[in-house]
């Protein structure tokens, strides 16, 4: 059993997906104290589901004496020492994408509540009984220039929307490519100044040493009078005490704020202005938000419990998120393709060669890193993870080696790994057809068409005549289901067949294939 433990209150969808599955000892520890209550909890948990309110620091982690993966339920990993968790060997994930609506609409309300004061003559209206309609002349979207600050899930998204209330969008973001924006129909520029004259502008960056204070006095001083401000990213991007100058003085008309340098933010002073529409960090606060984290954030859990994945890992050496969507495939299909190589050959590993052949050599690292935690998950099982597998390499006195191969194959792209151990080598090569299509093409220089996945028998032999039929009848007698049954051939008169199989296989099994005269060798492996 793998133990789940979630540290701070979630939407009832967690508890509905994680509470079902029958290998998975779910606990809720939402309500206990922190400290030493919730640390009992986690002291054999494997993983652990956090939002802002439970620190992840070294003093839980040594605690946490079994703990594989942290999933923080959110964007933020703030209250996740990342450093820590790296040296244990420790994965953490977050749900990046889950509440990526709910904030561009919320960055819409705000916009929108800022042009036209809707609080404020909401509140006179409701509050103060008073219908004074000449008190609340606002302005429209239409034909306004807005300034995207950081054009990724949420920008972008933003950018798509302000299209279509007429708005002359420009973005700048110098870690995406011209054309994410360009074929929006976003203006793409590489100089700050540009945004820095828009009539409205709103920042969806990350917090970092280069985004904090990102739009400071001097920004402010070079801003169209007027200006409007949005920030429902990230508190510390606008510098607040520049911000609030700005707003007291009219040079900043009015700003839209759902996020604060320090949270809780009710003494904060620009509450005191009545030119600033204010949120409490609502960005994620949504039905259909909470429900989409609560369900991503279980599900990442059960993956990472089960040592099938860890999606939207943060300190990998690789950010799936900053990638192309072809290359996951590739990593997957290399990771799988390292853990049957080490199925079949075992020993004492030498060494691990990853060849790419097309595009996807460009993420060469990325492709041995995968490979690498396939080949020493079947020794080393769960202690392996992306963080540690190349530092347990070189540490056991695996050569890791990695190539570009040229394009000769005829496949588009193409990735391999070639296994050494004291006893023998094995390579693989495989790669991804239309619609993420796995496929391992090659063997040992055999050409095949196999799905990795499932049990299957690896049976090299002469290629004789009545060999499938023997091969068969010994699986017949053990009551053993062919599901798939792919042949390769050499100029060599060899072949080597890939039985797939619905049943387990037994030591008896294999020792009655390998007694077949034609039986050159015969492995089985698990996928």
Not at 34 to 49: H, S, W
Not at 162 to 173: G, N, W
Not at 247 to 259: S, T
Request: with cysteine.
């Amino acid at each position: 059993m793998k133990k789940i433990v979630v540290c701070d209150h979630l939407h009832k969808r967690a508890e509905e997906i994680l509470s079902k599955e029958p290998d998975i000892e779910y606990i809720n520890a939402a309500s206990l104290p922190k400290g030493e209550p919730l640390y009992q909890a986690i002291r054999d948990a494997d993983v652990i589901i956090t939002r802002s309110s439970t620190p992840v620091d070294k003093k839980l982690l040594e605690h946490a004496k079994e703990l594989k993966a942290v999933v923080r339920a959110g964007v933020g990993v703030d209250n996740i020492d990342m450093e820590e968790c790296s040296r244990r060997g420790i994965i953490v994930m977050n749900v990046p994408t889950a509440n990526t609506i709910a904030a561009v609409e919320l960055t819409f309300a705000h916009m929108l509540g800022c042009m036209r004061a809707f609080p404020y003559a909401h509140n006179q209206l409701k509050q103060e009984r008073i219908w004074r309609r000449e008190d609340w002349i606002g302005n429209e979207l239409k034909g306004k220039k807005l300034g995207i600050i950081g054009f990724g899930n949420i920008g972008s998204r933003v950018g798509k929307r302000a299209l279509a209330f007429e708005m002359e969008v420009i973005t700048y973001d110098p870690y995406i490519p011209p054309e994410k924006a360009t074929n929006l129909g976003v203006k793409y520029t590489t100089n700050f100044d540009d945004i820095l004259a828009c009539d409205i502008i709103t920042i969806h960056t990350p917090k970092n040493k280069e985004t904090i204070n990102m739009i400071d006095r001097e920004e402010i001083e070079k801003m169209k009078d007027g200006v409007v401000l949005i920030n429902c990213a990230r508190g510390g991007l606008y510098n607040e005490d520049a911000l609030y100058e700005g707003l007291k003085r009219g040079k900043i008309k009015f700003a839209g704020i759902d996020v604060f340098s320090k949270e809780p933010a009710t003494e904060n002073k620009l509450l005191d202005l009545d030119n600033v529409t204010v949120t409490p960090h609502l960005g994620a606060n949504t039905e259909e938000s909470q429900e989409k984290i609560a369900e991503g954030a279980a599900t990442q859990a059960l993956e990472a419990a089960r040592g099938i994945s860890y999606p939207n890992a943060l300190n990998l050496p690789i950010r799936e998120s900053e990638m192309p969507p072809f290359v996951k495939p590739y990593l997957e299909l290399i990771q799988k393709m390292g853990f049957l190589a080490a199925q079949v050959n075992k020993g004492a590993f030498k060494s691990i060669k990853v060849v790419a052949e097309g595009e996807i050599g460009d993420y060469i690292d990325s492709l041995v890193t995968f490979a690498t935690v396939g080949v020493l998950k079947e020794s080393l099982g769960e202690s392996i993870n992306y963080v540690n597998a190349e530092f347990v390499a070189k540490e056991r006195g695996i050569e890791i080696l990695k190539g570009r191969s040229p394009e000769s194959s005829g496949y588009k792209n193409k990735v391999s790994v070639k296994l050494t151990t004291d006893r023998d080598l094995i390579e693989i090569g495989g790669t991804i057809f239309d619609e993420n299509v796995q496929r391992i093409v090659e063997i040992n220089n055999f050409a095949l068409d196999v799905e990795p996945k499932g049990k299957m028998i690896l049976f090299k032999n002469t290629d004789v005549p009545g060999v499938i039929g023997e091969v068969g009848m010994i699986l017949a007698k053990h009551n053993i289901n062919i599901a798939d049954f792919r042949l390769g051939r050499d100029e060599h008169g060899l072949a080597l067949a890939v039985i797939i199989v619905d049943d387990d296989v037994s030591k008896e099994v294999l020792r009655e294939l390998s007694n077949l005269k034609a039986c050159l060798s015969v492995s089985y492996a698990i996928l």
